[in-house]
């Protein structure tokens, strides 16, 4: 195992430097590209309600300012003082802040809130005053930026992505405790190609070989004087018997004095945020972890958006619909909908509608088949799948065979977004982690359908599945279905 053994020192090495500089750097100069998008949108979004609603023509609005006198302002005067306000929220409630930036959701949350405030601040001073602020402006500005200050932080944030995906814009973690909490950390930030965390080394207890992962040297010495040598910025402790309270907290003192950051992982997997909450006891920090649950009103709101989806789209759509029951009805014999048994919330078996895509008799001839799966251990798929019709071929590639499942939602056997509807033999297979799986209702696209579809490996579409029962959200719901379109029309794993 390679071993670095340095003298200690106050003064800091060059790769660390220049690697916690880096870091800054690249932190300080995207904030700033945020705060200059943030500005223009909040200008464009203004002076666009501003003209729609009053022209180009001068607008004053009456301020009363007691015993029947009142002040007359300039309604050009109020909108800047309104991007001012908005752009003070913003900073105030950290939209820009390290720690969030192109990661996750909070970021979007947070200016969502920051314009909330601001709005809410402003109807609480027309009541207060006695303005009359046309609302017309009002509701044009507040719907404009709650659209365009979370598209603009988008746009940003696919520009960071690609930077990633060629290593810049990262920060170098150096992981450190048992190696069994290092590999599992290590593997659960090398699915994400474009992760903020490059792992450049990892030291562990018990090493027992010379790699924790192919690029991931075991590294042994000092702490600190390896984080220099291999010029970390971050540190992650995976937790270890090596380390009591009193050698992690001295550690966390020279971590701070370096400006390095120290990241404690707490060994929880495919939890979301929203689930977590810290808190400290007696000045112990401890993270508490909330049950997954479908509460009632989000149970009626995914519901109603089911029903109402499912409508509509079945109207919309009904003459696309009639086309693809014609092809297939011309494309060989047989019926046009396919009908197959599926198990969906809590066991429940169903009748599955997709359009016909194979020939009439393909069940009989699946057991012949069997042995040139190149699915994984539980699906079966072909790439070449002899038992499709060209027809077939081309409505599954765009995922517009799976177009009838909206009668199955608006039955209620189904929803828009949920885990793949299983068969009864894989079902039989599952173990209990895979059973929970079944937990929520089937969906016609999910996480497996915007994450590789037919290319995944069995665990992998779990891990997919059972990250969505934990963590559903509304929100969530609504980015797997702009991913789906994406993915359909890339149609990548579509087979």
């Not at 909908?337 to 069940?363: D, H, P, W």
């Not at 069997?370 to 251990?377: C, H």
């Not at 039989?428 to 929520?440: C, I, S």
Request: aromatic content about 8%; some cysteine; hydrophobic content about 45%.
């Amino acid at each position: 195992m390679p071993s670095i053994s340095l003298p200690r020192s106050k003064r800091f090495t060059r790769p660390y430097a220049q690697s916690v500089q880096a870091v800054r750097q690249w932190q300080q100069a995207y904030a700033r590209r945020l705060a200059a998008t943030d500005a223009a949108l909040m200008a464009v979004v203004i002076v666009a309600a501003y003209i729609a609603r009053y022209g180009l023509s001068d607008t004053d609005i009456t301020v009363p300012t007691g015993q029947g006198s009142s002040l007359v302002v300039d309604y050009r005067a109020v909108a800047v003082i309104l991007a001012l306000a908005w752009l003070v929220s913003l900073w105030a409630l950290g939209t820009r802040e390290r720690q969030i930036i192109g990661v996750g959701s909070t970021e979007y949350s947070r200016v969502g809130t920051a314009t909330l405030y601001v709005y809410g601040l402003l109807a609480i001073l027309a009541l207060v005053l006695k303005l009359q602020p046309g609302r017309a402006f009002v509701l044009m500005t507040f719907l404009g930026g709650l659209i365009l200050l979370p598209f603009g932080r988008w746009l940003w944030r696919q520009w960071l992505v690609r930077q990633r995906r060629q290593g810049a814009c990262v920060h170098h973690v150096l992981l450190l405790g048992a190696e069994a909490t290092c590999l599992h950390t290590a593997t659960q930030i090398g699915r994400d190609p474009t992760s903020v965390y490059r792992i450049v080394g990892a030291m562990v207890d018990d090493p027992s070989n010379g790699d924790l992962l192919p690029g991931v040297p075991l590294l042994a010495g000092d702490p600190l004087a390896v984080a220099d040598a291999v010029g970390a910025d971050t540190i992650i402790y995976t937790g270890s018997d090596s380390y009591g309270p009193d050698q992690l907290r001295e550690l966390g003192w020279k971590i701070e004095a370096r400006r390095m950051g120290l990241i404690v992982a707490p060994g929880l997997t495919d939890i979301a945020g929203p689930r977590l909450s810290a808190h400290t006891v007696a000045g112990l920090p401890l993270v508490s972890v909330d049950y997954p649950t479908l509460k009632s009103g989000a149970h009626l709101a995914k519901r109603s958006g089911d029903l109402i989806s499912s409508v509509g789209l079945l109207i919309v759509l009904s003459p696309l619909l009639l086309l693809i029951a014609v092809a297939v009805r011309l494309s060989s014999p047989g019926p046009v909908i396919f009908r197959q048994e599926r198990v969906g919330l809590n066991g429940k078996y169903f009748r599955m509608l997709k359009f016909r895509t194979m020939v009439a008799n393909a069940e009989d001839l699946l057991p012949s088949l069997l042995d040139q799966s190149e699915g994984n251990d539980i699906l079966f798929k072909l790439r070449q799948d002899p038992r499709i019709t060209p027809v077939g071929r081309f409505l599954r590639r765009y995922s517009l065979d799976e177009l009838p499942q909206l009668v199955n939602v608006l039955f209620n056997d189904m929803s828009l977004v949920g885990p793949r509807p299983p068969l009864a033999r894989e079902v039989r297979q599952y173990d209990e982690q895979a059973r929970r799986r079944l937990l929520v209702k089937p969906g016609i696209t999910g996480l497996w359908q915007v994450s590789g579809r037919s290319d995944l490996s069995w665990e992998d579409s779990i891990r997919l599945d059972l990250y969505y029962v934990e963590n559903w959200t509304l929100a969530g719901d609504l980015v797997i279905l702009y991913r789906t379109v994406r993915a359909v029309i890339r149609s990548h794993g579509a087979y």
